[in-house]
């Protein structure tokens, strides 16, 4: 009975003595969490690849059951973003000229 109780203490004070698990680090380029911010509200997940950061998103092209990958590398979606700065993630891009005038005008 002693052995385990100086077994559950030995085992307390390792435990309290172990060092505490640092924080997953984040990215502290701000370029790079706001494109991270702006890939994520077009639907493009960002994917670490031997040769850089690529955002990815998957599709299913019309009249087709397959979907299909697109990744796009950085500037490419910086290019995207700056084309299409107003772009709403659920509608698309918003229009520029709406009808304010009726139904049917």
């Not at 559950?8 to 991270?36: E, F, H, M, S, Y």
């Not at 850089?52 to 990744?71: D, L, V």
Request: with cysteine; net charge neutral.
């Amino acid at each position: 009975m002693v052995r385990i109780f100086s077994a559950v203490i030995a085992l307390i004070l390792l435990g309290a003595c172990a060092p505490t698990p640092q924080a997953p680090k984040t990215d502290a380029d701000p370029r790079i969490a706001n494109l991270d911010k702006e890939g994520r509200a077009r639907g493009f997940q960002p994917v670490m690849r031997q040769d850089g950061r690529y955002y990815c998103h998957t599709f299913t092209p019309t009249n087709s059951h397959i979907q299909q990958k697109e990744c796009i590398t950085e500037h490419q979606l910086e290019d995207r973003v700056r084309e299409d700065p107003s772009h709403d993630p659920i509608w698309g891009a918003r229009p520029s000229n709406v009808c304010k005038q009726g139904l049917n005008c």
